[in-house]
């Protein structure tokens, strides 16, 4: 997601730079970007000049560090407290005390997270939704100890980029995964049951209720692994069994099958 991200934050002007872990991974995202802009301008849905207006506005870097000038961060690393925490302290050591840092987490408690930074008060939640450039929503979360004014320059920036904001409470899964994840998991224990075929399932909520995707081919686009990430956060906090995993999920994640990045979901997408 942060590709999208940070594709979204160039478009609307914005001097944007992107922090991978390794060179090949920021090579790929940064190549994502540029064919969406690419496949954009050949269908005309992009004018060749707001594309290049875009990648010159975008940044590559290993180094954490070089984020130290940003005004607004988004974190978009995995679904893992440890791996967030560990970001945010030393995000709070690098940057301005008026930065604002703000997490990409679907369902990681927000506070937990600003309990990491000396400024809790400039630590939000900005939930984006995937592909990021084409969804028009993202999330703005309000932890406990979130100050006025980080609130303020986060919801302006969802308005600069043309996106609109929903405002949530730090809880599990915020709006729409509180609502989406059960749906997606129900799919799931429905097909393992046996009720009915894969393509059945997705044909009955794309045709029967007008849904863009089936959940299945919804749960291969999301990744496998982060909708189980995400359901065990919410099935901790909420004990109820709506949000458990149910086991067809947590043997396809085991064997590798993680959806359309892995190549092989409830989908094959090795030839794709
Ligand atoms: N540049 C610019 N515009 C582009 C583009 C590009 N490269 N590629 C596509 N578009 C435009 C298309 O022109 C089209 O625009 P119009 O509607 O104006 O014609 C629109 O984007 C849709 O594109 P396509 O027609 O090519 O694709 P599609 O109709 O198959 O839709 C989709 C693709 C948008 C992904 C759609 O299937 C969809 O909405 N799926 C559901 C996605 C969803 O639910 N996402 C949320 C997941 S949950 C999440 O992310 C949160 C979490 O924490 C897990």
Not at 64 to 70: G, I, Q, R, V
Not at 91 to 117: F, P
Not at 131 to 140: A, G, S, W
């Amino acid at each position: 997601m942060g590709s999208g991200i940070a594709q979204v934050s160039a478009n609307a002007g914005f001097p944007t730079t992107v922090r991978e872990v390794d060179q090949a991974t920021l090579d790929r995202g940064l190549g994502r970007i540029r064919k969406f802009l690419d496949d954009g301008v050949a269908k005309g849905k992009v004018q060749a000049e707001d594309r290049d207006r875009t990648l010159a506005n975008l940044k590559g870097t290993t180094d954490l560090s070089d984020l130290a000038p940003c005004d607004l961060i988004v974190e978009a690393v995995v679904e893992n407290i440890e791996a967030k925490r560990e970001v945010f302290q030393k995000l709070d050591r690098i940057t301005a005390a008026t930065a604002v840092l703000a997490s990409n987490t679907s369902s990681l408690s927000i506070t937990e997270i600003a309990a990491t930074a000396s400024r809790p008060e400039r630590v939000l939640g900005l939930h984006f939704f995937n592909p990021v450039p084409l969804m028009k929503l993202v999330e703005i979360i309000r932890a406990l100890p979130t100050g006025d004014g980080a609130f303020e320059t986060a919801k302006g920036f969802v308005e600069k980029i043309g996106k609109t904001a929903v405002v949530a409470k730090d809880t599990p899964g915020f709006v729409v995964n509180r609502l989406l994840v059960p749906y997606l998991l129900d799919a799931v224990r429905i097909y393992e049951s046996g009720v009915a075929s894969k393509e059945d399932i997705d044909n009955g909520m794309k045709l029967g209720c007008g849904y863009p995707m089936g959940p299945l081919t919804l749960l291969d686009f999301v990744g496998l692994d982060t909708t189980y990430f995400i359901a065990n956060i919410m099935f901790e906090e909420f004990r109820q069994p709506q949000y458990a995993a149910p086991p067809l999920l947590k043997r396809m994640v085991l064997a590798g099958y993680l959806g359309r990045k892995s190549g092989r979901g409830f989908y094959d997408y090795s030839k794709s």
